[in-house]
């Protein structure tokens, strides 16, 4: 069985700083990673995805993500944060080549202040 | 536009009574997903179908609960004899067309048990 580990429930961030979402999954076929967002009264919308090939997956606006295989890790980072960036950041698996069943994470609430 | 309508949007009633939400995705996709998430939390896998079958269950799905999707294209989910444990953001998605296991979510159907 597959499972992912979010070590932070909140990350207050001033904005224009750095930022890294921490996220470590369990799995013991190959997978398929995951970060989703979703931002206040809306629903989940797909940020990145790694599926194979580059280990290191950018989504358009600025975050990137790189997956280690030997620290079975997908952290999330983001070199400069917004305030528009204020939202709720969920890691998510799926085994590949399967039902495609996401297991997420349980969340990291980015809180950018000004 | 993700493509994933649901209905209705918010549901409140009181315990004891059953309850029947609504998803309807795009046509021309195969896969359609059941979440559940409560508040501070991650989606939880509740079943899935490939066409009208239902291919997995997860063992959060109690016996109150079941899922339809008659036609492979619309489906419900019903719960019976709600409970306040119950309460919590239904989610329904489609899969992309490639089957990476990406997946579009609607934005949700809120139920609230009294």
């Known amino acids: 069985a597959q499972s992912v580990t979010q070590l932070d429930s909140q990350v207050p961030v001033f904005e224009e700083a750095p930022v890294e979402l921490r996220c470590n999954y369990s799995?013991?076929?190959?997978?398929?990673l995951f970060w989703y967002v979703q931002y206040p009264n809306q629903g989940l919308q797909l940020l990145l995805k790694y599926l194979s090939g580059s280990t290191l997956v950018e989504s358009i606006n600025g975050f990137e993500a790189e997956f280690n295989k030997s620290q079975t890790s997908f952290h999330l980072r983001k070199p400069s944060v917004h305030i528009s960036d204020t939202a709720e950041y969920f890691c998510a698996v799926s085994e590949s080549g399967a039902g495609n069943m996401l297991t997420f994470g349980g969340g990291t609430r980015l809180m950018v202040k000004p | 536009d993700t493509g994933v309508s649901q209905d209705p949007r918010h549901k409140i009633t009181k315990r004891g009574q059953n309850v029947t939400f609504r998803c309807d995705p795009i046509?021309?996709?195969?896969?359609l997903y059941w979440y559940r998430q409560t508040l501070g939390q991650g989606p939880e896998f509740l079943t899935y179908?490939?066409?009208?079958?239902?291919?997995?269950k997860s063992r959060l799905l109690s016996d109150r609960f079941s899922a339809e999707r008659p036609k492979g294209s619309f489906s419900t989910l019903e719960i019976q004899r709600t409970e306040q444990g119950d309460s919590a953001m239904y989610l329904c998605?489609?899969?992309?067309?490639?089957?990476?296991?990406?997946?579009?979510f609607g934005e949700g159907s809120r139920l609230t048990v009294l």
């Open positions: 998605a489609r899969e992309d067309r490639d089957n990476t296991g990406e997946l579009f």
């Open positions: 799995s013991s076929v190959s997978v398929y």
């Open positions: 046509s021309e996709h195969n896969r």
């Open positions: 179908f490939q066409n009208e079958a239902q291919l997995e």
